[in-house]
């Protein structure tokens, strides 16, 4: 009597099969690093926009004075009492560089914009026209894209790759 042989394929074989694969998957796909920090990159601008946003219509809808002030990737935007209306950490993870706005920035009740430095006195602002102090844009990088977060004196966001 004669025992019939099961069907399948042996360990070693499996081994092999998966071994081929793992191989032809890291040849064939591409470094993924660059996309990912690209990807970061957009975020953290698109925050920075989202937050510019958020304390123009602040201010616009309590009319008080409401500050953005940059820190590397981060920023807090407060109110003039000093109430932490948002904050984010400057941490923005590796591949990822920050050129941040180059002051604070305030919102008036009007939604126009005023520069804000702080000294020794505390903080100093006064009114931005972009004739007399233009306002120099914010610029997020990484995995070889750049976007470039604008502020206009009369308080208008806009975000554009560049």
Request: glycine share 10%; net charge positive; hydrophobic share 45%.
């Amino acid at each position: 009597m004669k025992l019939a042989r099961a069907a399948g394929f042996t360990m070693i074989e499996l081994m092999v099969v998966l071994a081929i694969a793992a191989v032809v998957l890291l040849v064939a796909l591409p470094d993924l690093r660059p996309q990912v920090a690209a990807a970061k990159a957009r975020s953290v601008a698109s925050g920075m926009a989202d937050a510019l946003q958020y304390a123009r219509q602040y201010a616009l809808n309590t009319s008080n004075l409401v500050t953005f002030t940059p820190s590397g990737c981060g920023y807090s935007v407060a109110t003039a009492s000093g109430t932490q209306l948002l904050s984010q950490s400057s941490s923005a993870g590796s591949g990822v560089s920050c050129q941040p706005l180059a002051n604070a920035v305030s919102f008036l009740g009007d939604g126009s914009v005023s520069l804000c430095t702080q000294g020794a006195s505390g903080l100093t602002c006064s009114p931005a026209s972009a004739a007399s102090s233009p306002l120099a844009p914010a610029v997020v990088s990484g995995g070889g894209s750049s976007f470039t977060i604008s502020l206009s004196s009369g308080g208008l966001i806009s975000t554009n790759p560049s």
